[in-house]
């Protein structure tokens, strides 16, 4: 069994930045990243981190998110930048196994003047 634990989110101006952490403990950890759904909307990537250090990004975040990891912690941190209104949104840390996804509870980020 594998626990996700998220920290960080908040209300922030647009333009402002925020960063969100994730921890996993149990099982060997293969990729961690961050998804995020808002309200009316599908779930959706922000952001993955594979063990030998391969990201991917949305196309709507790159350049203003950067997602990075300590291994040795199975800890994943999301630095964000520029923040948009269209960031707002729950987003949710998972953290890969070799043979299952887990899921953290989700954090609420909101970007609004």
């Known amino acids: 069994q594998v626990q996700v634990v998220e920290s960080g989110g908040g209300l922030v101006q647009p333009g402002g930045s925020l960063r969100l952490s994730c921890a996993a403990s149990g099982r060997t950890i293969t990729a961690m990243g961050w998804y995020r759904q808002a309200p009316g909307k599908e779930r959706e990537l922000v952001a993955t981190?594979?063990?030998?250090?391969?990201?991917n990004y949305a196309d709507s975040v790159k350049g203003r998110f950067t997602i990075s990891r300590d291994n040795a912690k199975n800890t994943v941190y999301l630095q964000m930048n520029s923040l948009k209104p269209e960031d707002t949104a729950v987003y949710y840390c998972h953290a890969n196994t070799m043979v299952r996804t887990y899921w953290g509870q989700g954090t609420q980020v909101t970007v609004s003047s």
């Open positions: 981190l594979k063990r030998d250090g391969t990201t």
